[in-house]
T-cell receptor, first 112, second 115 residues
């Protein structure tokens, strides 16, 4: 059974610091990796996706992928109170057939 | 551009009844996915529809079913409701069948409560 593991937190980070969120996955066939942000009572919102090993940057967000270690992370620079949310890691083999497999999420709290 | 829309926002049913949830994808999106988000369990894949056909389903019993209409909107039906079916049901759409170029975009969900 495919598994995606995340530390549930809460992860508390001071405002302006770098927040580091980690995710490991069990299926070596996973090809695509996604980070979603979910505010309490709201639906998940796509932040970033990454397919290749290495880093991918988008504004204050950087996704990092290491397929050999089956590890994907999300860095949030200059953290803001509005970044406080649950961050969901999701993986898939691609092609749509298997659906996205989600982790249970990490609850991030940015302290003003 | 309108996002994924779901109705109703909230639904309260009693055990044994049937529930029908509806979803309209983003215009131009042909694939619709249903997920269940129960407390403490995270998002669980339920069903995938593309071009009017059920393409795959997750590890859920047959009383969870649905369909996709010619306009690509979708309906999720849950028969013989059980208390543990209480959850947030999320619909998502993507531009094409595959994730490499078209990540999922979620609706705001339907909160189903079974009493």
């Amino acid at each position: 059974q495919k598994e995606v593991e995340q530390n549930s937190g809460p992860l508390s980070v001071p405002e302006g610091a770098i927040a580091s969120l980690n995710c490991t996955y069990s299926d070596r066939g996973s090809q695509s990796f996604f980070w979603y942000r979910q505010y309490s009572g709201k639906s998940p919102e796509l932040i970033m996706f990454i397919y290749s090993n290495g880093d991918k940057e988008d504004g204050r967000f950087t996704a990092q992928l290491n397929k050999a270690s089956q590890y994907v992370s999300l860095l949030i620079r200059d953290s803001q109170p509005s970044d406080s949310a649950t961050y969901l890691c999701a993986v898939t083999e691609g092609g749509g057939a298997d659906g996205l497999t989600f982790g249970k999420g990490t609850h991030l709290i940015i302290q003003p | 551009e309108a996002g994924v829309t779901q109705s109703p926002t909230h639904l309260i049913k009693t055990r044994g009844q049937q529930a029908t949830l509806r979803c309209s994808p983003i215009s131009g999106h042909t694939s619709v996915y249903w997920y269940q988000q129960a407390l403490g369990l995270g998002l669980q894949f339920l069903l995938w529809y593309d071009e009017g056909e059920e393409r795959n389903r997750g590890n859920f019993p047959p009383r969870f079913s649905g369909r996709q209409f010619p306009n690509y909107s979708s309906e999720l039906n849950v028969n013989a409701l059980e208390l543990e079916d209480s959850a947030l049901y999320l619909c998502a759409s993507s531009l094409e069948a595959g994730y490499s170029n078209s990540p999922l975009h979620f609706g705001n969900g339907t909160r189903l409560t079974v009493t």
